[in-house]
């Protein structure tokens, strides 16, 4: 019985990770309506970049974050005003395409320069440190990375609807040209909003590598964690994300306490369940 | 005439896309229907590559079918199946059914590889009988793949040909242009939509396990591998010109053009290819064949309606 207490629990945490995943590709979706199918190859590049950065100054991976976000976040605004600005429109194709060429890119860059060995990132005592609570011996990691999980989505909500960077997303999001007419530069608003989103990915993919090891190719599967969570919470509303990160995680750990072939294949089976039953997600967000 | 002209660079082309028999053409001409006419823009397709090649295998094995029979029943498999399929992830729009399809064939990844009869997550090979039973010398058996890429490719492209002069196709083509005013005229999108999912997914099956009939081997990480079924082939319908039944096969030859100079590079030859599929989107959306079509206006296949001018001076 505490086993699986023990399971569900570990999922719960698990969720957060997932839910890191999602946050930064709900953020674009929301604010331009793009899907970053990049977005999974961008978390294993931050977890490279960390990678880097540990090794050469021989830092802390936590402290790299101080590193990572803001390189993440300056290839993001890059990235958005040199490339991702050019396929926004009316027709779905180009954004899908390019940002699925992104991804191919990405990954076989990463392969060129880092071998498809994976790697780990040592964050030293903090990976195996515990704290038993009752029966249950929790990890601390794992609670960190949960708990940085709602720091990191009450801070984008707060950023949404408390500052005027998040009154600009807001604006564009809910009409461009009206935005534009108003005096925001959509393509600035837009180019902040992937920076915000890969600094967020920067963190994702930090806790990534620290958690477990990764290679070059892992990349589609994180993008289909974070999309899942996504549907399952319902499009729009993050908290939900995180509801959804947290079923997933469940789904999986359960589905691995069955059999450990079954991990990740139960986590596409609770979401393909969800799609079934409330194809708008468990939580979707009312319309005002 | 056009005919005639495209049976000649198929056949000139053939060294080069056939030669070491490869399928991609049809997947390029299969991926093209969906994405660039039904606007079903997969990067999925790959569930129903490996699903063709993995029930090849078993239908073989277990079945003590020809492996002729095994593929077309594949075919026929991957159709029915692809139903339920189509129920679920036609709920997700643009780019999220895009990932939606990838999930699925994480789905039949990850499911193949608990089948243990079938070699689990190491895959298996192709019994030395079931081999033999298509031609005795490996001449004969390359010579008969060759000649069932040949026709597995003239097939689809004249399948996918009748189909989009078909009235259906052309309700296709008015979803492609405008799904409100396709539906406007009283097209049934989803049904339509879902024809294109059921028979794609069909033919991919089939071609998935003509590719594992060359292969003799099969293993999860092949059979559903997104780089090869579906990273190539989207950028050799980009680059060739997507939504148009000659992109796929300009862009096929083209893809072999590249590999003779950059196959030595292999990931980078990938990434060149990328490269380049970005650059056409962003700057000639319409590919290498909208080019040469806008500036020669040419067709080769006759695909298109236009009002007839008799006047002079136009």
């Keep these: 019985m505490i086993e699986w207490v023990n399971a569900i629990v570990q999922g719960i945490l698990l969720g957060g990770l997932y839910a890191l995943f999602a946050a930064g590709l709900s953020l674009i979706f929301g604010v331009m309506r793009l899907v970053n199918i990049a977005h999974g190859d961008l978390i294993i590049l931050a977890a490279y970049l960390g990678l880097s950065t540990t090794t050469i100054l021989g830092i802390h991976p936590f402290v790299a ?129 992937m920076a915000l989103a890969l600094a967020v990915t920067a963190i994702a993919g ?83 | 005439m056009t005919i005639a002209a495209l049976a000649l660079i198929v056949l000139a082309a053939a060294p080069w896309w056939a030669g070491r028999a490869d399928l991609r053409l049809s997947l390029a001409c299969l991926w093209n229907l969906m994405a660039g006419y039904a606007g079903l823009v997969s990067v999925g397709q790959q569930a129903f590559v490996g699903f063709g090649g993995y029930m090849l295998f078993a239908l073989t094995i277990f079945g003590g079918l020809h492996p002729i029979a095994a593929i077309l029943l594949a075919g026929v498999l991957a159709a029915a199946l692809s139903v339920p399929i189509a129920a679920l992830i036609f709920r997700l729009k643009g780019a999220y059914f895009a990932i939606g399809t990838w999930v699925v064939a994480e789905v039949f990844r990850l499911t193949f590889a608990q089948i243990s009869s079938l070699g689990g997550g190491s895959g298996s090979s192709l019994p030395v009988g079931i081999v033999r039973s298509l031609a005795d010398s490996r001449s004969g058996r390359e010579a008969l793949s060759y000649w069932l890429a040949l026709g597995a490719a003239v097939t689809v492209i004249t399948c996918v040909y009748l189909f989009l002069r078909s009235r259906r196709g052309l309700a296709l083509t008015a979803i492609r242009d405008s799904e409100v005013a396709a539906s406007g005229l009283g097209i049934d999108i989803w049904r339509t939509r879902l024809e294109v999912y059921v028979v794609t997914s069909a033919f991919t099956a089939v071609i998935g396990g003509l590719l594992f009939l060359q292969k003799l081997r099969i293993s999860p990480d092949a059979a559903f591998s997104v780089n090869d079924w579906t990273a190539f082939v989207i950028f050799i319908v980009v680059i060739g010109g997507i939504g148009t039944l000659e992109g796929p096969i300009i862009g096929t030859i083209l893809f072999f053009l590249l590999r003779e100079t950059l196959a030595d590079f292999g990931t980078i030859y990938l990434m060149v290819l990328g490269a380049v599929a970005i650059v056409v989107m962003l700057k000639a959306p319409k590919g290498v064949w909208g080019l040469v079509r806008d500036r020669f206006d040419l067709e080769l296949f006759p695909l298109g309606y236009r009002v007839r001018t008799d006047k002079k001076g136009d």
Aim: neutral net charge; aromatic residues 8%.
């Design chain 1, 65 to 193: 974050l101080l590193i990572v976000m803001p390189a993440m976040a300056g290839i993001g605004y890059i990235l958005q005003r040199g490339l991702l600005n050019h396929t926004l429109g009316g027709d779905i194709l180009p954004p899908l395409l390019v940002t699925f060429g992104l991804s191919v890119i990405v990954q076989n860059a990463l392969l060129e320069g880092y071998t498809a060995d994976p790697q780990k990132l040592n964050a030293g005592a903090v990976e195996t440190a515990s704290i038993a609570v009752g029966e249950l011996s929790l990890g601390v990691l794992p609670l960190l990375t949960f708990g940085m999980a709602v720091a990191v989505i009450a801070g984008l909500q707060w950023i949404f609807y408390s500052t005027a960077l998040g009154r600009g997303f807001r604006a564009v999001s809910n009409n461009q040209d009206i935005a534009q007419l108003m005096g925001l530069n959509k393509a600035h608003v837009f180019g902040l909003a």
């Design chain 1, 206 to 288: 930090i806790l990534l590598g620290v958690r477990t090891s990764f290679d070059p190719a892992i990349g589609g599967g994180r993008l289909i964690f974070g999309f899942e969570a996504v549907i399952i919470g319902g499009l729009g509303n993050s908290w939900g994300t995180l509801a959804g990160g947290v079923i997933l995680g469940v789904a999986q750990t359960i589905g691995a306490k069955i059999d450990p072939g079954w991990q990740v294949l139960a986590g596409h089976i609770a979401f393909l369940v969800v799609l079934a039953v409330r194809p708008n997600g468990l939580f979707p967000r009312v319309e005002h």
